[in-house]
């Protein structure tokens, strides 16, 4: 069984950077067609997809965010972090890390996820 716990401060101030790691058990992040997402969702909001770091290491990451945002690994550790620069307040949301799969171009969704993690930027 795939589990994801995310870790990292519950508090950052604004201009800061937000760093969260996610550490995965139960399998490897360079196991071919998975790749290791972060989401989150606002106070009262939906969930925003923030990008995904792929098995082989290459990332993506969303256009809208593109400017402030770095995902990386540490397979020794089997994790994967996001970095999340010049925060505000807005930034305040509740983060989750992730496990898709994609098979031959077929998107099989986000099946494993982990319990998600608050994080809340002062002014």
């Known amino acids: 069984q795939v589990q994801l716990q995310e870790s990292g401060p519950g508090l950052v101030k604004s201009s800061q950077t937000l760093s969260l790691t996610c550490t995965v058990s139960g399998g490897s992040i360079t196991t071919n067609d998975y790749y290791w997402g972060w989401i989150r969702q606002p106070p009262g909001k939906g969930l925003e997809y923030m990008g995904s770091i792929a098995y082989s290491g290459g990332t993506y990451v969303s256009p809208s965010l593109k400017s402030r945002t770095s995902i990386s690994r540490d397979t020794s550790k089997n994790q994967f972090s996001l970095q999340l620069s010049s925060v505000t307040p807005e930034d305040t949301a509740v983060y989750y890390c992730?496990?898709?799969?994609?098979?031959?171009?077929?998107?099989?969704?986000?099946?494993?996820w982990g319990k998600g993690t608050l994080v809340t930027v002062s002014t």
């Open positions: 992730a496990r898709e799969t994609l098979v031959g171009g077929l998107y099989y969704g986000m099946v494993y």
